[in-house]
């Protein structure tokens, strides 16, 4: 069950109790339990201990609890009103509060409206009371709510960039918690031959082994600007453009699975000096529609997205093993990229999905690019076309071509089976 307004929280406890000696200290104050006198004297350095002031702190005659005259039923009863509201009030959010201030004043407004009303604190300072443990409370719930937004900007940065979480932090409404649909990236990235590598290692050993390569892949991730969705077995999948949305999600995401396979070397020396094999990932990169939200359960809920693109983004990294190539990307990721150059691979309708998806790799940007490369790249299109075509002699020509001159020879002899087959 819900209460509207209500907050539990352990720390309600310690703010209870600095209420309740807050109010303590006032209605001494009040009573005239604490007085204290202040003198200032200016002397200016003319007297014979030539110091330019005086000051001088004293103790005045206090008020006798014990030997006042009884306090009567309203006193106690508006301390009592004070006392309930500071021991309560923080246990309830700020709207839940400020009603029962306002409760509480409009009690105490009404015992001192009373006939036989005679108590000895005025209705005035009574009102200050509550004004000024109103103000603690706010101030408190104030700081409170600071030391958690800290708190969860601090645990959102284990997922997310540090700048997205302070922004969540401070905007909650831009995650986009209620569910919709955006235009994202998603990044598969995998560990190929695991199976092989797990049964040549102790438990200890394949726990070593995949932590170094999520952390190695999380890393890189969160560098540029992606979200850490979820680890599978040996799999990781980030996205971009979500839980914050960005117009770069493309780019950062391909750029991502370039410095994830560039800086792999340096993981595997990593793991040369720990004793543990080298590894090799295929990371499959897709762009398009996709469901963002909360989803799961009363028991558990997820942030994550679901949707065509994420199947298309896991389906092109099972195809990196076929084509022995590192990264593999959608026809949609390409057209946001116009300025990086690409390799055509195929086109194919991956599993759970009825229309085709043409597969490329990504080479670099055009400025990056020699002019060797730009030429097998242009030959390569054109073996690709006559392929289309279905002029097998050129095709075949070309792709013997380009097997031998830049490979990989395994995607190559791919095409001349493909080849083969048809001209039969």
């Known amino acids: 069950m819900i209460i509207p307004y209500y907050n539990p929280a352990r720390r309600n406890v310690t703010f209870s109790l600095m209420l309740v000696l807050a109010l303590l200290l006032l209605v001494l104050t009040g009573l005239g339990v604490f007085r204290m006198y202040f003198s200032f004297d200016w002397t200016g350095g003319q007297d014979q201990s030539g110091q330019l002031f005086t000051l001088k702190v004293r103790g005045g005659k206090s008020y006798n609890l014990f030997a006042a005259a009884p306090f009567g039923a309203v006193f106690w009863s508006t301390q009592l009103i004070t006392l309930l509201l500071a021991i309560i009030m923080p246990w309830f959010r700020l709207i839940g509060g400020s009603i029962l201030a306002l409760l509480a004043a409009g009690a105490i407004f009404y015992l001192h409206l009373q006939p036989a009303s005679n108590s000895i604190i005025p209705l005035e300072f009574e009102m200050l009371i509550l004004l000024v443990l109103y103000v603690l409370y706010v101030l408190l719930q104030y700081l409170a709510e600071i030391r958690d937004r800290k708190r ?98 493309a780019y950062d995401a391909l750029s991502a699975a370039m410095d994830i396979q560039n800086e ?89 999905r009825r229309q085709p998806v043409t597969m490329l790799q990504p080479l670099g940007l055009h400025g990056d690019m020699d002019q060797d490369t730009k030429k097998l790249l242009t030959l390569h299109r054109q073996a690709m076309e006559a392929s289309k075509a279905g002029d097998w002699p050129k095709a075949a020509d070309m792709f013997t071509r380009l097997r031998d001159e830049w490979g990989p020879a395994e995607m190559y002899d791919l095409y001349l089976n493909g080849i083969k087959q048809a001209s039969r």
């Not at 949707?307 to 057209?335: F, H, W």
Request: net charge negative.
């Open 152 to 249: 969860f900007a601090t645990l959102l940065s284990q997922y997310v960039p540090p700048e997205l979480a302070s922004a969540y932090s401070r905007d909650p409404k831009s995650m986009g918690l209620d569910g919709e649909e955006r235009e994202i990236s998603v990044l598969f990235c995998d560990v190929i031959g695991f199976a092989a590598i797990s049964e040549q290692l102790e438990s200890k050993q394949v726990a070593r082994f995949l932590n170094g390569f999520f952390t190695h892949a999380s890393k890189i991730v969160v560098r540029h600007r992606g979200t850490i969705d979820k680890y599978m077995g040996d799999s990781v999948m980030a996205i971009w453009g979500a839980p914050a949305p960005t117009n770069t999600h």
């Open 264 to 352: 792999i070397a340096t993981l595997n020396r990593q793991f040369e000096k720990q004793g543990l094999p080298s590894i090799k990932v295929g990371i499959g990169v897709s762009t398009g529609l996709a469901t963002v939200g909360p989803l799961g359960s009363e028991y558990r809920m997820d942030y994550t997205v679901v949707g065509d693109t994420v199947n298309v983004a896991q389906r092109l990294e099972e195809q990196t093993r076929k084509y022995q190539v590192p990264i593999i990307v959608s026809d949609k990721t390409v057209e946001a990229l116009p300025d990086m150059l690409f390799r055509e691979l195929d086109t194919v309708v991956v599993k759970g």
